[in-house]
């Protein structure tokens, strides 16, 4: 598949491919697989699907007419900019062949759970977790998604989250262009705090 990774690819050198998030999902999910320890599978849709999407929807110009002038100190500015800009990419449709690639992966994850698998949907920005960045809270998540529609709507709505407010402000604060931060999206098997030991990953 051109635009997913399963877990088991993936390690702590894929943050340009997958975000931080992602990687550190794949890192954890491999090594401590081997060792026994159940980890949820899962798979990240990559930071080059996102950028697929907005080149085939000719959204960068929009975004680019939508933040362009941007005065982060006016609060009434940066929500007004912010909103258009998640609208813009929300509005872009998933193009055919990604959808096709979600979906499959979607269902081999339901071979291997069963029909009532419920997913967590996760932002995972190419800046994130980094060093001097950590990016905690900036994005979305959702919870409990089922079926591959509501899969695909999750999948738009994090990649509109790259834009919050606060997710603008900080990039602003910390010196990133938004044009050079991406999105990827992890999926992953959720796991039931009732019927086992969970944590945040």
Known sequence: MKYIRWFSELGVG???????????????????SAQG????????????AYRYVLEQADAWPQLHRALDGLNERDVDDLARRAQLARE???GAALPADLVAEITEAYATLQAEYGDQLT???RSSATAEDLPTASFAGQHETFLNIAGAAKLLDAVRLCFASLFKDRAISYRIENGF?????YLSVGVMKMVRSDVAASGVI
């Open 119 to 121: 997913l967590a949907v």
């Open 177 to 181: 262009d938004h044009f050079k931060v």
């Open 88 to 90: 813009i990419i929300y």
């Open 37 to 48: 320890v159940r980890v949820p599978n899962g798979f990240a849709i990559t930071a080059e």
């Open 14 to 32: 894929d943050v340009p491919l997958v975000g931080g998030k992602n990687a550190s999902l794949g890192e954890m999910y491999r090594e401590l």
